[in-house]
């Protein structure tokens, strides 16, 4: 049997209003009192209803997280950290993963939608879809344009290109390629390889850029480049592997640059030479943005940019 809002202010020994009290966090109440209720709703497992709330023009505390896919370590550290900074002021999340692709965000859209959540954080890199246009729900975005009234909180993509270029110039590497993701949208992350094909030019040196749809890792790098600029850590150690197979070594024979590094990647390869993203910071950030819309709906919102480090 669900338990009801009278069933805890009868376990609790206090009034019904109380116990809304509690749960709306509303008035002056005693920690004492706090305690017993929330005691209360943990023994009957007690959940309020969140889309009660909002019709009823009360926060629902659920904010919505859409992210491309939570395989990559750098999205599934930063949902994580999104998640328990949320949860410390007092929000829970609503995890969406789009997979890339615009059907599954649009139904993940309106799932949100229809559970009222207070606000939306989305890193999707299906920019096409129309849905974030229409949506009056405030929203930021991580590293992505969605449109024109969603303010982007992103780290500085455009100097971490220019890092990874200086690393692979202070080594040497005459033979340089320079993997194109193949998200050519209107993206911050672009920034990322306009920072080193800039820096390239600037120091007249010649590069290729390759895109990655038509890569052959076995085939590509080894004989011909002796350093890459990856588009992410993932990429950049299945790279290394295919040059290591052959008896090559990092940062002697070939030199190579990841991008995001997330904790697990600098655990398990700290060799690894990568722009460091800095997680904790960005979800700060996104977070602070979003319930500056949250709570002041008119007022305008700037985007944030915050700076990368280099770990060599």
């Known amino acids: 049997m669900v338990a009801k809002l009278k069933?805890?202010?009868q376990l609790a020994g206090v009034s019904v209003t109380t116990v809304s009290r509690v749960i709306n966090n509303y008035g002056s109440l005693s920690a004492k009192t706090i305690k017993k209720v929330h005691e209360a709703m943990r023994e009957l497992n007690y959940q309020p209803n969140a889309l009660a709330r909002a019709m009823q023009g009360k926060p629902s505390k659920f904010v919505g997280?859409?992210?491309?896919?939570l395989t990559n370590p750098f999205f599934a550290e930063l949902v994580n950290e999104l998640?328990?900074?949320l949860f410390n002021q007092g929000y829970k999340a609503i995890i969406a993963s789009s997979?890339?692709?615009?059907?599954?965000?649009?139904?993940?859209?309106s799932m949100l939608m229809a559970n009222q959540v207070d606000g939306i954080i989305?890193?999707?890199h299906n920019l096409d879809i129309a849905e974030y246009h229409q949506i009056s729900a405030p929203i930021v975005s991580f590293d992505r344009y969605l449109a024109d009234n969603i303010p982007i909180v992103a780290s500085d993509s455009y100097r971490g290109g220019q890092l990874a270029v200086e690393y692979l110039l202070r080594k040497n590497a005459r033979h340089?390629?320079?993997?194109?993701?193949?998200?050519?949208?209107a993206s911050p992350t672009l920034n990322r390889l306009q920072g080193a094909l800039d820096r390239l030019t600037e120091m007249h040196r010649s590069f290729d850029p390759l895109a990655l749809g038509d890569l052959d890792f076995s085939t590509t790098f080894p004989g011909i480049y002796d350093g890459v600029v990856a588009s992410n850590d993932v990429q950049a150690l299945e790279i290394a592997a295919i040059y290591q197979q052959q008896g090559l070594r990092m940062g002697q024979d070939f030199f190579i640059t990841?991008?995001?590094?997330?904790?697990?990647i600098r655990c398990i390869a700290p060799q690894l030479p990568t722009v460091i993203q800095p997680i904790p910071k960005l979800a700060a950030a996104l977070i602070k943005t979003l319930l500056k819309r949250v709570t002041e709906p008119t007022a305008a919102v700037s985007s944030v940019?915050?700076?990368v480090e280099f770990h060599e």
């Open 122 to 124: 989305s890193g999707s």
């Open 258 to 264: 990841g991008y995001d590094g997330s904790q697990l």
């Open 99 to 109: 997979a890339e692709n615009p059907e599954i965000e649009h139904e993940y859209l």
């Open 305 to 307: 940019t915050l700076p």
């Open 65 to 69: 997280l859409i992210f491309p896919n």
């Open 176 to 185: 340089i390629a320079v993997i194109v993701d193949e998200d050519t949208s």
């Open 83 to 85: 998640e328990r900074q």
């Open 7 to 9: 069933d805890v202010a």
